[in-house]
T-cell receptor
Framework: GAVVSQHPSRVICKSGTSVKIECRSL??????MFWYRQFPKQSLMLMAT?????????EQGVEKDKFLINHASLTLSTLTVTSAHPEDSSFYIC???????????FGSGTQLSVL | AQSVTQLDSHVSVSEGTPVLLRCNYSSSYSPSLFWYVQHPNKGLQLLLKYTSAATLVKGINGFEAEFKKSETSFHLTKPSAHMSDAAEYFC????????????FGQGTELSVKP
């Protein structure tokens, strides 16, 4: 089956630093990827839609300058949390949309802890 | 607007007994509905999906869900719980005509007692 690789799985950083999370579709091309955020014991909230070769579309309330998304190729989207603060600590999950059947595949998530 | 509501934040069952996780949806259109499972600190796995074909949908690991338009429900069931079923379950609706954009329910944590 199709695989989406998300890296790193866990990252701890100091407040004020930036963190980059990668989402790769390993065996298919994904023109569209999605980034979600999940707080402990809560649901997933869609942050943004990442489109290859164009700017990401952010959901209401998500700071685009804070959460930079780059979808430079058909197999890679990156989410950079800039100047991270403790309130940015969360579980981030990406998903990739495959083909005309619009089947979604999820990465395994990244646990971000900002000290 | 489309949304899903999971009626129970936590369900606890004994191993070998039936599982029922409840979900109600709201949609102006004929929805595409999904159930996903999430194990601790892991990504999501699709259990099953409904896309206007058969109203009774069979998924992986013995799970199934029935789409009931009259009740706007899409409850997830399994005849006999296994310890490995303990996880977080999300009922999800796909936004109409916005391929791949999903709205997640609040989640139901399933505990399975030996």
């Amino acid at each position: 089956g199709a695989v989406v690789s998300q890296h790193p799985s866990r990252v701890i950083c100091k407040s004020g630093t930036s963190v980059k999370i990668e989402c790769r579709s390993l065996d298919f091309q994904a023109t569209t990827m999605f980034w979600y955020r999940q707080f402990p014991k809560q649901s997933l909230m869609l942050m943004a839609t990442s489109n290859e070769g164009s700017k990401a579309t952010y959901e209401q309330g998500v700071e685009k300058d804070k959460f930079l998304i780059n979808h430079a190729s058909l197999t890679l989207s990156t989410l950079t949390v800039t100047s991270a603060h403790p309130e940015d600590s969360s579980f981030y999950i990406c998903s990739a949309l495959r083909g005309l059947e619009e089947k979604l595949f999820f990465g395994s998530g990244t646990q971000l802890s900002v000290l | 607007a489309q949304s899903v509501t999971q009626l129970d934040s936590h369900v606890s069952v004994s191993e070998g007994t039936p599982v029922l996780l409840r979900c109600n949806y709201s949609s102006s259109y004929s929805p595409s509905l999904f159930w996903y499972v999430q194990h601790p600190n892991k990504g999501l796995q699709l259990l099953l999906k409904y896309t206007s074909a058969a109203t009774l949908v069979k998924g992986i690991n013995g799970f199934e869900a029935e789409f009931k338009k009259s009740e706007t429900s899409f409850h997830l069931t399994k005849p006999s719980a296994h310890m490995s079923d303990a996880a977080e379950y999300f009922c999800v609706v796909s936004l109409y005509n916005q391929g791949g954009k999903l709205i997640f329910g609040q989640g139901t944590e399933l505990s399975v007692k030996p």
